[in-house]
Structures are given as structure tokens and as C-alpha cells.
Nanobody, 114 residues
């Protein structure tokens, strides 16, 4: 397992941008696919984007073209650049490893509102 800590959330106006960071620990961080998830108020958590060990990204249809996921294995970090934000992007964002999944962190809250 890997311990992950999310940061970078905040309040932003529609159309704005944020950059989320996911800091990992452990020598094996680089062997995992890492994903970002979003949990909107009153809804289930769902996958937003993932990045493979070598940096190949994959996106949910709702964010493709607006969000960019990247990773730096040397820094044990994964990033999510959120662009052209919409109100429906509001939620708590979590990062986690995939297959196997690690313990969930506290997430970082993103609020998109004018």
C-alpha cells in the first residue's frame, strides 16, 4: 500500500483553473496506476482520470479536454490540472492507487461557484 495526501483544492469561479496535487510515499509508488476521483455532495465517488506507471492518461468523458493528469515518479506525485471549471466539477477530490487500492485519504475540496 501507498499513503497518499491530496492538496490544492479551493473556491474558484466558473471557467477558472486549479491544480491538485497527490503526494505519495513508499518505494513502490512508481509501480501503481494512480487515479483521481470526485465525490460530489450527496453522490457516490467516481473516477475522473487515471495515469499509468509510464504516464499514459485516461479521462472520464465529463472532463476530457478540460482536465490534465500527470505524474512525477521521482517526486512520488500525481497532479490534476483542472481547467475551464464548471459548477458540476464541485466536490471532494481524492487520489488513490488502482489494483490494488490503498486506504482513502481525506481528499481536497473543490468548489466552483460565482
Amino acid at each position: 500500500q501507498v499513503h497518499l495526501v491530496e492538496s490544492g483544492g479551493g473556491l474558484v469561479q466558473p471557467g477558472g483553473s486549479l491544480r491538485l496535487s497527490c503526494a505519495g510515499s513508499g518505494d513502490l509508488f512508481g509501480i501503481y496506476i494512480v487515479a483521481w476521483y470526485r465525490q460530489a455532495p450527496g453522490k457516490q465517488r467516481h473516477l475522473v482520470a487515471s495515469v499509468t506507471q509510464v504516464g499514459t492518461p485516461n479521462y472520464a468523458d465529463s472532463v476530457r479536454g478540460r482536465f490534465v493528469i500527470s505524474r512525477d515518479n521521482a517526486k512520488k506525485a500525481v497532479y490534476l490540472q483542472l481547467n475551464n471549471l464548471k459548477s458540476e466539477d464541485t466536490g471532494v477530490y481524492y487520489c488513490n492507487t488502482m489494483n490494488p487500492q490503498s486506504d482513502w485519504g481525506q481528499g481536497t475540496q473543490v468548489i466552483v461557484s460565482s
